[in-house]
């Protein structure tokens, strides 16, 4: 079993420390941890709770959220890395072998920008979340119950409109017939990654996001119910976007390269 550390012990600690979601296998979370775990390198287990203040986590890192990763440099001065593409870039500074981004300028552009495609904003992660928001959201009564409070301030994150919302799924399945014909174009080359013939980042952030269309067995990863439900994808037109290549995929990053179980 995981032991989490508090923030205020963490602050405290030498090395890495990377603020994870407790309970929750988020993908942006289990993405981060998967770069440092794909190179080895041990990190300190930082909790944050979902729903909660985290009052301690922003006097100390500056945000509220999850993932976030901790370094302290040469000179004892805390590194604090938030997005996905830093936390990349810092996994490869302090610990560079083996390296998840390609020495090739043209593989690097081509790496950064499908990685972008699965975690940034309007990417697969990003709709599939409008996706779950859309049918709460789309009729709000103008005195919303307490209940909808949390789907509102996602709402809010993820530039909700109903617009959005009812594009998402066409973008969502837009996204994983580009990683269904990338994958599909490497095994014809005889490669089993994304890029060239080693694993790299996006081949990391796909393994976790990859829980946005079908999660790892219960056995392997345990999740609440009704997050298994939320994240298994239903839509018909995303579903037949969908390679069988693609779990195929995350399912042999994760045999070997990844944690297993996944522990959150």
């Keep these: 079993m995981l032991d989490w550390v508090d923030v205020e012990k963490a602050v405290e600690l030498p090395g890495l420390r990377l603020v994870l979601t407790a309970g929750v296998p988020g993908p942006w979370g289990e993405s981060a941890k998967g770069m440092f775990h794909a190179k080895k390198m041990p990190f300190a287990r930082v909790r944050q709770d979902a729903g909660l203040p985290n009052d301690a986590l922003e006097r100390w890192t ?74 709460l959201l789309a009729n ?12 509102i301030e996602l709402g809010r994150r993820y530039g909700y ?46 393994a976790a996001f990859a829980a946005l269309l079908q999660p790892l067995p219960e056995e392997l990863c345990p999740m609440q119910p009704f997050m298994r439900q939320s994240y298994t994808v239903a839509d018909e037109s995303v579903l037949a976007a969908a390679d069988p290549i693609l779990l195929e995929h995350r399912d042999f990053l994760y045999q070997e390269f990844l944690e297993l179980p996944v522990e959150t």
Excluded: Y
């Excluded at 709000?140 to 789907?151: M, N």
């Design 161 to 206: 409109r109903p617009e959005a919302g009812e594009a998402a799924a066409g973008r969502a399945a837009a996204i994983l017939e580009l990683l269904s014909r990338r994958l599909l174009e490497q095994k014809g080359r005889g490669s089993r990654f994304f890029i060239g013939d080693a694993l790299s980042a996006l081949d990391v952030h796909w």
């Design 62 to 135: 500056g945000q509220r959220n999850a993932p976030v990763a901790v370094w302290e440099d040469e000179r004892g001065r805390a590194l604090v890395r938030s997005g996905w593409t830093e936390i990349v870039l810092l996994a490869e500074r302090i610990a560079p072998d083996p390296p998840l981004v390609p020495a090739s300028p043209a593989d690097r552009a081509l790496m950064f920008g499908l990685c972008h495609e699965i975690c940034s904003e309007d990417g697969w992660g990003w709709n599939r979340r409008l996706m779950l928001l859309h049918p």
């Design 140 to 151: 709000l009564p103008e005195d919303p119950p307490d209940a909808l409070a949390v789907p």
